[in-house]
Structures are given as C-alpha cells and as structure tokens.
C-alpha cells in the first residue's frame, strides 16, 4: 500500500538549517509530482511547494521562495525539503503529499502522517 | 496568486442533516478544485478532486459540484464520523493554494 513518512522534525533554534526527509513506498515514485504542505498550530493548510516525477521543475509559495529548497532522490524514492534561517513562523507539522497524475487536475491523493518543527531558542 | 475563500469558516449541524460548504476562486479556474477533510491530530485525506469527482473509498454522502470561480461540497446526510475541518484547493495554477477551512461541528 501507499505509504509516505516524513522524518526530520524537531525542536531547532532560530536561525539554524533543517532537512525534512519524506520516504515513499507502494508505489512507482518517480512517477509522481510530490509537494510539501504545512499546518502552523491551530492554522489552515498552506501549500508550500512542488516538484516534478523527474526533478526538472520546481515551484513555491511566496512564503517560503528564497528559504527552501526541494529535491528528490528517485533511486531512494525520497523526497526532501530543506529550510535555512529558521523562523518562529516556521513552527507547524509539515505533510509530504502525492501528486497524483492520472486523476483530472493532479489531486494530492496520499499524505504522510506529518512532522512537527518547532522553532524555539 | 489565486485566492480561494471558503464560507462559512464554521458550522453546526446535527446528524443526518445535509450540509453545504462554499468555495470560491479570485479567479477562473475551470474544474481544478479539491476538496479535502481533516480530522484533529491527522493529514488530510482527499474526498473530491476535479470538483466533482469522488475519490475512490469516500462515501456517496459526499458530492462536488461547481466549475469556474464557484465551488460547492455537500454531505447529504451528516454521519457522526463528518466532523471535521473542510478545505478547498485550487490545482489550476502554482502556488496551489487552499481554502482558509471550513470547521463542522455538532449541534
């Protein structure tokens, strides 16, 4: 079955990198766009950021251009996301999702069980 | 950027009523409209994509309809497992943005 567990989470203080990992099995994963979701405590869902099945486009939300960067290793169907100069705002669990390309308009159809980064000193 | 906005950010409804939560776009985005439901403590799980379309395994309760700017997800017969936080996502364009939620709560 379609799994997705991120890894990576935990308490960092401002200012510092963190690398966000997300290890996909059940299915083809270089077949799939993968995005980045998070969820600040008590907030709605903001989008984040894309990546193509093969790496070759990458998009992001306003909020994070400039600061995160997200990468795929196919041949060890994991997704990451790397985040420097950490913020409070940064605070939230952050979901990998699939991109699915067979269904009309590349719903995101599975989610991992999410990761929670705290920034705190 | 494309704007959703969701109405109304909460509601309260009873078992077995039916339930009808808006979504719209700041501006056309043809059929590229999802909806998702999350439960406290869980990732959202994908109930209608393609605004219309349900998901495999959702039940029949659940229904899209809209196309354009204006979006519309209704449960016909509110079961008690349905409480939870609606959202609404755009796919027509990057950034894909989702609505701000749409809280049910019991009555």
């Known amino acids: 079955q379609v799994q997705l567990v991120e890894s990576g989470g935990g308490v960092v203080q401002p200012g510092r990198y963190l690398r966000l990992s997300c290890a996909a099995s059940?299915?083809?994963?270089?077949?799939?766009?993968m995005h980045w979701v998070r969820q600040a405590p008590g907030k709605g869902l903001e989008w984040m950021t894309v990546?193509?099945?093969?790496?070759?486009?990458?998009y992001y939300g306003d909020s994070v251009k400039g600061r995160f960067t997200i990468s795929r290793d196919n041949s060890k169907n994991t997704l990451y996301l790397e985040i420097n100069s950490l913020r409070a705002e940064d605070t939230a669990v952050y979901y990998c999702?699939?991109?699915?390309?067979?269904?009309?308009?590349?719903?995101?159809?599975?989610w991992g069980q999410g990761t929670l980064v705290t920034v705190s000193s | 950027d494309i704007q959703m906005t969701q109405s109304p950010s909460s509601l309260s409804a009873s078992v077995g009523d039916r339930v009808t939560i808006t979504c719209r776009a700041s501006?056309?985005?043809?059929?590229?409209l999802n909806w998702y439901q999350q439960k406290p403590g869980k990732a959202p799980k994908l109930l209608i994509y393609?605004?219309?379309s349900l998901q495999s395994g959702v039940p029949s309760r659940f229904s899209g309809s809209g196309s354009g700017t204006d979006f519309t997800l209704t449960i016909s017969s509110l079961q008690p497992e349905d409480f939870a936080t609606y959202y609404c996502?755009?796919?027509?364009?990057?950034?894909?943005?989702f609505g701000q939620g749409t809280k049910v709560e019991i009555k």
């Open positions: 996502q755009q796919s027509y364009s990057t950034p894909n943005s």
């Open positions: 501006q056309i985005i043809s059929s590229y």
């Open positions: 999702a699939r991109g699915n390309p067979y269904s009309s308009g590349w719903p995101l159809d599975y």
């Open positions: 393609a605004a219309s």
């Open positions: 990546i193509w099945y093969d790496g070759s486009n990458k």
């Open positions: 059940g299915f083809n994963f270089s077949n799939y766009g």
